[in-house]
C-alpha cells in the first residue's frame, strides 16, 4: 500500500486550501457579518420599538387632556414615522376616533382606511372595518357598510359584527334579517343586556305573548231623581166666634 510521506501531505493540503481556502474565508466573513447583522438589526429594532412607545405614551397624554389639539399633531407624527409598528395602528384607531367625537366622517375614515391597508395585524385591520362600517351606516351607505363587515374574520369580533348587521337590516326595513342578526350576536357575545332589549323589540306577536287589554269595569246606574212634592195650598184657619153679647143689667127699685 502506497505511503504518503509528510512532503505529499503538505503538499496536498496546500493544494486544497489553495482551491477551497477563498470560498471559506468569504464564508467565514459572511458569518461573521450576519451574526453582527443581526444583533445590530434586532439593537435598531428594539430602539425604534421603544422609541414608538415613548412618542405613543405622549400622544395618548395629549387625548387625555381637555385640549386635546396638539392631540392629533402628535398622533400624525407617531404614524408618518413609525409606519410598519403596531403603534401607528392604534394611533390611527384613536384618531379616527377623535375624528368622528369632532363630527368629521371623512378625516375617521382616512383614518381607518389607512389602517386597513397598512396594520401588520389582521385584527388592527378587522377593528377599523367594523368602525368605518359604523361610519358608512351614520352616512346612509348601507351597501358600503355591509361590504366591509363581509370582510371581518376575526373571531373574538363576531358578536360586534352580527349587532351592526342587525342595526344595517333594521335601516334597511327588513326586520326578520335584523332578528336573526341580533340573535346571533346575542349567543356570540354570552349574553349581551342591550342585545336582548333590540331583539325584544323585534319579537312576533303570537297569542302567548300578546297580553289582552283589561276590561273596562261596568259604569254604575246613575241614581234616579227623588220626585218633586207638588206644593200645598195652606189651609186657611177658620175665624174665632165672636163672643156672646152680656145680658142686660137690671137697675134695683125699678
Known amino acids: 500500500m502506497e505511503q504518503y510521506t509528510d512532503d505529499e501531505r503538505v503538499e496536498d493540503l496546500k493544494k486544497w486550501w489553495k482551491e477551497n481556502g477563498a470560498s471559506i474565508i468569504v464564508g467565514i466573513a459572511l458569518g461573521v457579518i450576519a451574526i453582527f447583522g443581526w444583533r445590530y ?3 435598531y ?16 397624554e395629549a387625548v387625555e387632556k381637555p385640549d386635546a389639539g396638539p392631540a392629533g399633531q402628535l398622533g400624525q407624527t ?5 409606519p410598519k409598528s403596531p403603534y401607528a395602528a392604534l394611533t390611527a384607531l384613536r384618531l379616527a376616533k377623535l375624528a368622528v367625537d369632532g363630527g368629521d366622517h371623512a378625516a375617521a375614515s382616512q383614518q381607518l382606511e389607512w389602517v386597513i391597508g397598512n ?12 368602525r368605518l362600517a359604523r ?12 361590504k366591509l363587515l363581509d370582510g371581518v374574520t376575526t373571531a373574538s369580533l363576531n358578536a360586534e359584527r352580527e349587532e351592526l348587521k342587525g342595526d344595517l ?21 354570552g349574553g349581551n343586556r342591550l342585545l336582548q332589549l333590540k331583539l ?3 319579537a312576533t306577536a303570537t297569542p302567548e305573548t300578546v297580553v289582552p287589554a283589561p276590561v273596562a269595569p261596568p259604569t254604575p246606574p246613575e241614581p234616579a231623581e227623588a220626585p218633586t212634592a207638588a206644593p200645598t195650598e195652606p189651609t186657611a184657619t177658620p175665624p174665632a166666634p165672636a ?6 143689667t137690671s137697675t134695683p127699685g125699678q
Open 41 to 43: 438589526w434586532n439593537s
Open 45 to 60: 429594532r428594539d430602539a425604534q420599538a421603544e422609541t414608538a412607545s415613548r412618542a405613543y405614551d405622549a400622544f395618548i
Open 78 to 82: 407617531v404614524v408618518a414615522d413609525f
Open 119 to 130: 396594520a401588520r395585524l389582521d385584527e388592527f385591520k378587522d377593528i377599523a372595518r367594523l
Open 135 to 146: 361610519v358608512k351606516l351614520a352616512a346612509g351607505q348601507t351597501a358600503e357598510a355591509e
Open 169 to 189: 337590516y333594521l335601516a334597511g326595513k327588513n326586520p326578520e334579517k335584523a332578528r336573526t342578526a341580533y340573535a346571533a350576536a346575542l349567543a356570540a357575545s
Open 200 to 202: 325584544d323589540d323585534l
Open 243 to 248: 163672643p156672646a153679647p152680656a145680658p142686660p
